[in-house]
C-alpha cells in the first residue's frame, strides 16, 4: 500500500530536474526524449563543426544525442547592462553527460574550482562572467551563471533531497499543478525576461504584445489524444482582475487576426508554414482573471521546420555546457 502510494505521488510530482532548481523567476523545463520520438527520424545526421566535434572527442558527449532532459531557471538581473543581460541562469541537465572525461575536460577550462558538499565545481569564465559547473550524479550535470555561487550551491543541496516527491523552488510548488499532464515542454513564471526591450514592451517574432513586464505566464506542448501525431501549445496569461483579462483577451484576438494577415504572404518554407499553422488554429478564451491561447501543430510540420533548421544552421558551434543556455 505504501508502494503504491509512493508511485502515485511521483507521478503527480515535477520532473526531478525541476525539482533541483534554485528559486527563480522563470522555469523552462524540455524533455527531448518524446521529443526525438516527433522529429529525430526524419533529420539527416548533421554536419558537426570542428569546436564541437572536439568536444564530443574529448568528452564523449553529443548533447544532441545524449542530451534527455533540461530544466532551466531565470533569475532576473538588477542591472540589464550587465555582463549577464537581463536574467541569468541555472541549468539542471539529464542525460548520458557525466564521467571522467567530462571531469578532465572541466579542469582543463577552469580557471578555479570549489569543493562543496564533495560535489567539484568547476569555475570557467566566459565572456565576462563565471560559468560554474558540476558534475552531481551520475546522470546529471548543475550548470549556473548567477554572479555568486549561491544558486549552484543550492541545486548540489536539493539533490541530496531530491527523494521528496513535492521538494523544489517557491515557483515551482505554486503553479506546477496547473501545468498539463504528459507536456513534453513546459515553462512558467515572468514572460518580460527573455522577451522585454529596455522600454519594458515585450515583443515575440516582431510582434508588441499587451503584456506588462513580469506578468505570470504559465506555457505547455503536450501531444494530442484526440488528433493523432499532433501537439498542442497552451499559453496561459493570469492578469490582475476579469476586467483586465477581457481586455487582455480582446486585443489578443486582434493580434492574432493580423499575425495571420502579415504571415500569409511569408514564403512557403518549413518553419513558416508551422507560424502559419500555429496561427491558424490559434483560440483565444477567457477564464475569470485568466486569459487562455491554445494552438496545435503537426509533428510531421515540426520535423520539416527542424530539417530545414538543421539544413541552414547545422549544430551549435559551442562545445561546452554553456551550449545549453
Given at each position: 500500500?505504501?508502494?503504491?502510494?509512493?508511485?502515485?505521488?511521483?507521478?503527480?510530482?515535477?520532473?526531478?530536474?525541476?525539482?533541483?532548481?534554485?528559486?527563480?523567476?522563470?522555469?523552462?523545463?524540455i524533455n527531448f526524449k518524446p521529443i526525438?520520438?516527433?522529429?529525430?527520424?526524419?533529420?539527416?545526421?548533421?554536419?558537426?563543426?570542428?569546436?564541437?566535434?572536439?568536444?564530443?572527442?574529448?568528452?564523449?558527449?553529443?548533447?544532441?544525442?545524449?542530451?534527455?532532459?533540461?530544466?532551466?531557471?531565470?533569475?532576473?538581473?538588477?542591472?540589464?547592462?550587465?555582463?549577464?543581460?537581463?536574467?541569468?541562469?541555472?541549468?539542471?541537465?539529464?542525460?548520458?553527460?557525466?564521467?571522467?572525461?567530462?571531469?578532465?575536460?572541466?579542469?582543463?577550462?577552469?580557471?578555479?574550482?570549489?569543493?562543496?558538499?564533495?560535489?567539484?565545481?568547476?569555475?570557467?569564465?566566459?565572456?565576462?562572467?563565471?560559468?560554474?559547473?558540476?558534475?552531481?550524479?551520475?546522470?546529471?550535470?548543475?550548470?549556473?551563471?548567477?554572479?555568486?555561487?549561491?544558486?549552484?550551491?543550492?541545486?548540489?543541496?536539493?539533490?541530496?533531497?531530491?527523494?521528496?516527491?513535492?521538494?523544489?523552488?517557491?515557483?515551482?510548488?505554486?503553479?506546477?499543478?496547473?501545468?498539463?499532464?504528459?507536456?513534453?515542454?513546459?515553462?512558467?513564471?515572468?514572460?518580460?525576461?527573455?522577451?522585454?526591450?529596455?522600454?519594458?514592451a515585450i515583443s515575440i517574432f516582431g510582434?508588441?504584445?499587451?503584456?506588462?513586464?513580469?506578468?505570470?505566464?504559465?506555457?505547455?506542448?503536450?501531444?494530442?489524444?484526440?488528433?493523432?501525431?499532433?501537439?498542442?501549445?497552451?499559453?496561459?496569461?493570469?492578469?490582475?482582475?476579469?476586467?483586465?483579462?477581457?481586455?487582455?483577451?480582446?486585443?489578443?484576438?486582434?493580434?492574432?487576426?493580423?499575425?495571420?494577415?502579415?504571415?500569409?504572404?511569408?514564403?512557403?518554407?518549413?518553419?513558416?508554414?508551422?507560424?502559419?499553422?500555429?496561427?491558424?488554429?490559434?483560440?483565444?478564451?477567457?477564464?475569470?482573471?485568466?486569459?487562455?491561447?491554445?494552438?496545435?501543430?503537426?509533428?510531421?510540420?515540426?520535423?520539416?521546420?527542424?530539417?530545414?533548421?538543421?539544413?541552414?544552421?547545422?549544430?551549435?558551434?559551442?562545445?561546452?555546457?554553456?551550449?545549453?543556455?
Amino acid at each position: 500500500m505504501l508502494l503504491a502510494v509512493a508511485v502515485f505521488l511521483r507521478s503527480k510530482a515535477p520532473p526531478e530536474a525541476a525539482r533541483l532548481l534554485p528559486e527563480s523567476d522563470g522555469i523552462i523545463y524540455i524533455n527531448f526524449k518524446p521529443i526525438r520520438t516527433f522529429i529525430h527520424k526524419k533529420l539527416a545526421p548533421p554536419q558537426r563543426v570542428p569546436e564541437y566535434q572536439q568536444f564530443v572527442d574529448a568528452t564523449g558527449i553529443d548533447w544532441e544525442r545524449d542530451l534527455d532532459e533540461v530544466a532551466i531557471a531565470l533569475h532576473r538581473m538588477p542591472d540589464p547592462n550587465g555582463p549577464n543581460g537581463p536574467a541569468a541562469y541555472s541549468l539542471v541537465l539529464v542525460g548520458k553527460l557525466t564521467g571522467n572525461k567530462l571531469n578532465t575536460w572541466l579542469a582543463a577550462h577552469a580557471a578555479s574550482r570549489e569543493n562543496y558538499a564533495g560535489k567539484t565545481i568547476y569555475d570557467i569564465p566566459s565572456e565576462g562572467r563565471t560559468v560554474r559547473v558540476a558534475q552531481i550524479g551520475y546522470d546529471t550535470v548543475a550548470v549556473s551563471n548567477t554572479p555568486t555561487p549561491e544558486q549552484i550551491h543550492s541545486i548540489i543541496d536539493r539533490h541530496r533531497a531530491a527523494a521528496l516527491p513535492f521538494a523544489g523552488s517557491t515557483l515551482l510548488a505554486r503553479h506546477y499543478h496547473e501545468i498539463p499532464l504528459l507536456s513534453v515542454a513546459w515553462g512558467m513564471g515572468q514572460i518580460g525576461l527573455p522577451f522585454s526591450s529596455e522600454n519594458g514592451a515585450i515583443s515575440i517574432f516582431g510582434f508588441s504584445l499587451p503584456l506588462q513586464d513580469g506578468t505570470t505566464i504559465l506555457a505547455s506542448v503536450t501531444p494530442t489524444l484526440s488528433l493523432a501525431g499532433a501537439l498542442r501549445v497552451r499559453v496561459e496569461e493570469i492578469t490582475p482582475d476579469e476586467q483586465t483579462a477581457a481586455s487582455q483577451a480582446g486585443t489578443l484576438t486582434a493580434l492574432v487576426t493580423m499575425a495571420q494577415g502579415f504571415t500569409a504572404p511569408l514564403a512557403p518554407t518549413a518553419a513558416n508554414n508551422a507560424l502559419k499553422e500555429l496561427l491558424r488554429t490559434a483560440v483565444v478564451t477567457q477564464k475569470r482573471d485568466r486569459v487562455v491561447v491554445t494552438a496545435t501543430l503537426s509533428s510531421d510540420q515540426l520535423a520539416r521546420a527542424a530539417e530545414e533548421e538543421n539544413s541552414f544552421n547545422g549544430p551549435s558551434n559551442q562545445n561546452g555546457p554553456e551550449a545549453s543556455k
